[in-house]
Protein backbone atom coordinates (compact mmCIF):
# COMPACT_ATOMS: atom_id res chain seq x y z
CA UNK A 1 0.00 0.00 0.00
CA UNK A 2 1.02 3.69 -0.76
CA UNK A 3 0.74 6.02 2.20
CA UNK A 4 0.26 9.45 2.17
CA UNK A 5 1.16 12.03 4.65
CA UNK A 6 -0.77 15.11 4.48
CA UNK A 7 0.33 18.25 6.64
CA UNK A 8 -1.24 21.94 6.84
CA UNK A 9 -0.11 22.96 10.62
CA UNK A 10 -1.89 26.26 10.57
CA UNK A 11 -5.88 24.34 9.78
CA UNK A 12 -5.89 21.51 12.40
CA UNK A 13 -9.63 20.73 12.81
CA UNK A 14 -10.61 21.47 9.32
CA UNK A 15 -11.70 19.14 6.68
CA UNK A 16 -8.95 17.19 3.97
CA UNK A 17 -9.78 15.84 0.97
CA UNK A 18 -6.95 13.91 -1.40
CA UNK A 19 -7.60 13.35 -5.08
CA UNK A 20 -5.20 11.18 -7.28
CA UNK A 21 -4.82 12.00 -10.72
CA UNK A 22 -2.60 11.10 -14.41
CA UNK A 23 -1.56 14.09 -14.88
CA UNK A 24 0.37 17.32 -13.58
CA UNK A 25 -0.32 19.78 -15.52
CA UNK A 26 -2.86 21.60 -13.24
CA UNK A 27 -5.46 24.07 -13.71
CA UNK A 28 -6.27 27.26 -11.78
CA UNK A 29 -8.65 27.63 -8.98
CA UNK A 30 -9.03 31.55 -9.34
CA UNK A 31 -6.43 33.01 -9.07
CA UNK A 32 -4.28 29.96 -7.53
CA UNK A 33 -3.12 26.51 -9.08
CA UNK A 34 -4.00 23.40 -8.76
CA UNK A 35 -0.38 20.99 -9.50
CA UNK A 36 -2.89 17.90 -10.41
CA UNK A 37 -4.95 17.85 -13.69
CA UNK A 38 -8.78 18.00 -13.40
CA UNK A 39 -9.24 14.10 -15.12
CA UNK A 40 -11.31 11.85 -15.45
CA UNK A 41 -9.78 10.21 -11.77
CA UNK A 42 -9.28 13.65 -10.36
CA UNK A 43 -12.64 13.50 -10.19
CA UNK A 44 -13.51 9.74 -9.47
CA UNK A 45 -11.59 9.97 -6.39
CA UNK A 46 -11.70 13.53 -4.83
CA UNK A 47 -12.20 12.81 -1.33
CA UNK A 48 -13.80 8.82 -1.20
CA UNK A 49 -9.97 7.72 -2.93
CA UNK A 50 -10.83 4.41 -4.67
CA UNK A 51 -12.90 2.25 -2.51
CA UNK A 52 -12.35 -0.59 -0.99
CA UNK A 53 -8.71 0.13 -1.72
CA UNK A 54 -7.90 3.55 -0.20
CA UNK A 55 -8.77 5.04 3.15
CA UNK A 56 -8.74 8.27 4.86
CA UNK A 57 -9.06 10.20 1.51
CA UNK A 58 -11.30 12.46 3.33
CA UNK A 59 -11.42 13.64 6.90
CA UNK A 60 -10.42 16.31 9.56
CA UNK A 61 -6.94 17.22 10.17
CA UNK A 62 -5.82 16.21 13.76
CA UNK A 63 -4.67 18.60 16.28
CA UNK A 64 -1.32 19.07 14.59
CA UNK A 65 -3.26 19.84 11.11
CA UNK A 66 -2.37 16.08 9.68
CA UNK A 67 -3.45 13.46 8.02
CA UNK A 68 -2.81 9.75 6.78
CA UNK A 69 -4.62 8.03 4.10
CA UNK A 70 -3.79 4.78 2.05
CA UNK A 71 -3.95 3.75 -1.23
CA UNK A 72 -3.29 -0.28 -2.16
CA UNK A 73 -3.44 -2.17 -5.90
CA UNK A 74 -5.33 -4.75 -6.30
CA UNK A 75 -4.74 -5.44 -9.33
CA UNK A 76 -1.61 -6.49 -10.86
CA UNK A 77 -1.85 -5.03 -14.30
CA UNK A 78 -1.87 -2.19 -13.21
CA UNK A 79 1.92 -1.98 -11.58
CA UNK A 80 3.94 0.58 -13.05
CA UNK A 81 0.93 3.02 -13.67
CA UNK A 82 2.22 6.54 -12.98
CA UNK A 83 -0.31 8.69 -11.17
CA UNK A 84 -0.22 12.25 -8.79
CA UNK A 85 -1.78 12.93 -6.04
CA UNK A 86 -2.75 16.29 -4.01
CA UNK A 87 -4.51 17.52 -1.40
CA UNK A 88 -6.72 20.16 0.06
CA UNK A 89 -8.09 21.70 3.06
CA UNK A 90 -11.47 22.85 2.92
CA UNK A 91 -12.72 26.13 4.45
CA UNK A 92 -15.97 27.53 3.45
CA UNK A 93 -14.83 30.78 4.09
CA UNK A 94 -11.99 30.43 1.98
CA UNK A 95 -12.11 31.00 -2.00
CA UNK A 96 -14.16 28.59 -3.86
CA UNK A 97 -14.12 26.41 -0.19
CA UNK A 98 -10.48 25.43 -0.77
CA UNK A 99 -7.77 26.89 1.95
CA UNK A 100 -4.69 24.82 1.03
CA UNK A 101 -3.67 23.17 -1.79
CA UNK A 102 -0.69 21.11 -1.87
CA UNK A 103 2.10 20.05 -4.16
CA UNK A 104 1.46 17.36 -6.76
CA UNK A 105 3.33 13.77 -5.53
CA UNK A 106 3.85 11.31 -7.82
CA UNK A 107 2.52 7.92 -6.85
CA UNK A 108 3.46 4.40 -9.12
CA UNK A 109 1.56 1.75 -8.34
CA UNK A 110 2.60 -1.40 -6.84
Same mark, same amino acid.
Given at each position: ??? /???????????????? *????????? *??????? !??????? !? %? $? /??????????????? #?????? %???????????? !?? #???????? $? #??????????? !??????????
Amino acid at each position: AVT /FYYRDSNNPGRTYALA *LALGNSGFP *LGSRQVP !IDPDPLF !I %A $T /FGVGVPPVSSGFLGV #LDPQGQ %AVATLSNPVPAL !IG #LDLWAGAF $T #LAGSAPFGVQT !ISNAVPVELQ
